[in-house]
Structure formats: C-alpha cells, structure tokens
C-alpha cells in the first residue's frame, strides 16, 4: 500500500514537470507575472487532462524550488484554483478536482452550440452593409457640418451642473428634462400631440420599435409594413414572433386593399407617412384619415416613424400623422441619429394618451435609466435654440446637395431612369429598367468606392418597379456629385 501511494506521488509529481518545465516561465516584467503564468498552466494541464482528477499537486514550497520562483507566486496560484474551483485543499494537500468530461475534450471538436432561436433566423440578411464615410451611402447626414464646439460646450456643462445623484439610474422613461423639451419641439415643429408624460426616451429608433413590439405584439400577431420599406422596422417584427405582411407603395405612400383589412388584419402597422423610406412618397390625406379610422376599427396601432421629416426642403413641413386626432391609435416614433449625429444614440417613442399610465409599469420594468448626461445636454441643447438653428443649417444644406444630386443625375446617368423621393429626406431614389440588375450594380459600385443601396433589397415581394438604387447626399459635397455620378454611370454600364 506504501508502495502504492508512492509511485503516485512519484507519477503526479512527473506529470507536474510536464506541464510545468516544459518550457520555463518568462522573467517578470512581460505581458503576465509568473503568477498568471503558473496559473494558467497549471489550469490548462487540468482541463486537457495532463493533470488527472485526484492528482496531487507538489508542496508550494517543493514546487517554488523547482521552478526557481517564489513559494508566495505558487501559494497565490493555487489558492486562486482553489476558488475557481479546479483543485481542493485539506490536510493530505491539494488535488485535482474531479470535473465533467466535457472539460477534457482534448483535440476533439467540440459539440455543435444550440441553435438560436427559430425567430432569428426568419431576420432577412440586408444588403453589404458600406462604410459609413463612402460616398452616396443613405442615411448618413452631414458630419462635418455637426457644430461640434458647440455641442462639446454644452456636455461640459451638463457635467459640471450635474449633482452626484446623477450618476445613478435615472427615470426608465428618460431624463424628465428632455422629454419636456421634445414635447414642446414636436408640438411646433411637427404638429404633434403629447406631453412629456407620453414620452420614453431610448437608445435610438430601433430600440423604439423593438419596444413598440414588446409593449403590444403577441406572438403569432400580424404586423403590414411598408414594400419596399424600413428593413430595421421587418427585423423588429421577426425577431418578435409576429407574422409579417407586406403592403404595397405606390405614389401617394402606403397602399391598402380594403380587402386585406378583413384577410388579414393586423396588430401592428409601420408606416413613414411623411417621407416614406425608401421611395420618397408622403401619404395622401384621405389614405391618412382612412388609416387611422380603420386601425382604430380593427384594433390595430399604427407605428409612425418620423426618421428625417425635419429636412423639408420645398414648401412648409409635412405634419406628422399622430397629431390629425387627440385620440390616434399612433405610437409616434422619432430619433436624432439623422437631425444630431448617429453616434448619439438617442432616440423617443410617443405613446397614445390611452396607453401612456397602462404601460407605465412595463416600461419601468424593461428598461433602465441611463445616458443621464448626455440627455440633460441634449435638453439643453434644445431649449437654448441651438438644436433649430442647426436644423435650420442643414435644411439650406440638404437642399442644394439635392439639387446638385438632381442635376448631376439629369447630365451624366445616360440609362433611362426616373428620380423618385420627393423634396425632403437625406436620400433620392433612381429607379432602373427591370433589364438591370440593381443588386449586382449595388456590390460593383462599393467595389468602385460608391455605396449606393438597391432598392429590391428593401422590398419583401421584389416587383420589377422595384428594381433602382438608393442614393445618399447627406455626407457629401454638392461639388463631388458629377465626377461620382459619372463614376456610378460607368459602374451600370459595366455590370
């Protein structure tokens, strides 16, 4: 028995060697003391199996003189495998701790993951996603132009006013400050109708819809939206269980077959009444009042978002949708990734008076106060003026780099084509004859440096009107729109 217990220490001790003077622990003072050195060693020889459940490690003080290091970097090491869990400590010593078989895998390959969920999998691949700096990229608004030194001064100032007990969690809902001073914004500016009691402040328009979607979709509920349309606004809808049915656009925005309302009638509606995304076209008066009046009929919630109606460059701003009736079944949906900067993150969902106290104690519940500095200077920002001039800037901007774009696209794209998009937005679309493919022309034109996007790409029933490309102005000069125009026009030649 003595014997016995002898050639296992002797063993144990030989395997110790092995994993530990294979080769020698790197002096001090490189990336990992030799404390994080020894423990991962020691960690790694259990996990492969070198280091066998049971077996004993040496005494620290044996070990530290092997290894010519201190007893107190070995006594650390394994106090820390001690904690984590990979060996156990009494009177006989320390020993390897029995651990599952999966953890001495070895070289095998590992068992394949779970699969997601099967909601994820219904999200749509969109497009090759471009560069946010290339040139006629959609959605992307004029940084340079961004009164950075402005909005630096006014952050510096929230965080110097701020009392300690803003660091904390703040309102779920928003910081109290800039809902306020979105209220009285979208009242003037947009014709809304709300106080900032309805207001959720989040983190950006995506989460707003995701939470449209979570306040009021049940799995297996139908959502119409917009074809062509707002991937984002179809993603959110997926991966919420609900199944999704595609309406159709035409001239005058969304177009519903009385039909459908008795077919499939919905629980959910996403709409971009103002400047619809990606054609361009503001719903027709009557088509509103009819929405309204049969969502209300059916049940239904009508999501408007609102992404870039500030930017009306002809004539006096659309109103928005939600505020033709005090009691619309509208959650409005706003954000300042196009007005501010994207990088901002800010975003606010409207909801109807009807639904503002119930849903008071979900919104609570699912999100949490944060941002809290960068709300108060947005607030801020706001109600010093500073936020409508700087519209006021950008209006004059978007509108001569839509002319320029206009004009760049009349001269130098020699395909037939007709210019959708109205006279607002970041954004015109061409559309193409159907004899052009305007995906591939979409990927040839990121190869040249050009990211326009292709418009079947935002449809989920391609038909052949479908068939152009999106072009971004935003982000760039009215000067450039020629020689990229002329590239573009080499780019679908060549395809």
Not at 49 to 61: I, V
Not at 268 to 294: F, K, M
């Amino acid at each position: 028995m003595l014997k016995s217990t002898r050639q296992r220490l002797f063993h144990g001790a030989m395997d110790i060697r092995a994993a530990l003077l294979d080769s020698p622990l790197a002096a001090p003072g490189g990336r990992h003391t030799l404390q994080r050195q020894l423990l991962q060693r020691l960690k790694q020889s259990i996990l492969d199996g070198r280091l066998a459940p049971g077996s004993r490690l040496p005494a620290s003080r044996a070990l530290a003189e092997q290894l010519g290091i201190s007893r107190n970097t070995v006594l650390l090491a394994y106090g820390q495998l001690t904690a984590e869990g990979y060996v156990r400590a009494d009177r006989q010593g320390t020993r390897v701790a029995p651990l599952p078989p999966a953890a001495h895998a070895g070289a095998r390959p590992p068992p394949p993951c779970a699969p997601a969920a099967r909601r994820v999998a219904r999200i749509a691949p969109s497009a090759a996603h471009a560069e946010p700096g290339m040139a006629l990229r959609p959605g992307t608004p004029a940084l340079s132009h961004f009164p950075l030194g402005a909005w630096r001064r006014t952050l510096d100032r929230a965080l110097r006013d701020m009392p300690m007990a803003t660091l904390g969690y703040g309102d779920p809902a928003g910081e109290p400050a800039l809902r306020q001073a979105i209220a009285q914004h979208l009242g003037v500016s947009r014709g809304v109708r709300c106080h900032a009691g309805q207001i959720v402040i989040t983190e950006g328009a995506q989460e707003a819809l995701a939470l449209c979607v979570r306040l009021l979709g049940n799995q297996g509920d139908t959502a119409w939206v917009e074809d062509p349309g707002y991937r984002g606004a179809k993603a959110a809808f997926q991966a919420g269980d609900l199944r999704i049915v595609p309406v159709r656009v035409d001239a005058q925005g969304l177009a519903v077959p009385a039909a459908l309302w008795r077919a499939r009638p919905p629980r959910l509606i996403y709409a971009t009444p103002s400047h619809q995304y990606p054609t361009g076209a503001v719903l027709a008066a009557a088509r509103r009042l009819e929405l309204l009046d049969q969502a209300r009929r059916a049940g239904a919630w009508i999501i408007e978002d609102d992404y870039d109606s500030e930017f009306r460059h002809h004539g006096e701003p659309i109103p928005a949708m939600q505020g033709l009736a005090d009691d619309a079944p509208v959650l409005y949906i706003g954000t300042f990734s196009k007005t501010m900067f994207p990088a901002l993150r800010i975003g606010f969902l409207v909801l109807p008076p009807a639904l503002a106290q119930p849903l008071r104690t979900a919104v609570h519940e699912l999100l949490r106060g944060g941002h809290r500095h960068e709300q108060l200077a947005l607030a801020a920002f706001i109600d010093s003026g500073q936020f409508a001039r700087h519209l006021g800037r950008m209006r004059r901007l978007y509108r001569d780099r839509q002319q320029a774009l206009r004009a760049a696209l009349a001269r130098h794209l020699p395909v037939e084509h007709e210019v959708l998009g109205g006279h607002g937005g970041l954004h015109l679309t061409v559309r193409l004859p159907p004899g052009l493919d305007d995906r591939a022309i979409a990927a040839a034109a990121r190869r040249a440096g050009l990211a326009p996007a292709a418009l079947s790409a935002f449809a989920l029933r391609p038909a052949s009107r479908d068939n152009g490309l999106v072009l971004g102005y935003g982000n760039t000069s009215a000067e450039l729109f020629e020689p990229l125009v002329r590239r573009l026009a080499g780019v679908i030649a060549a395809v």
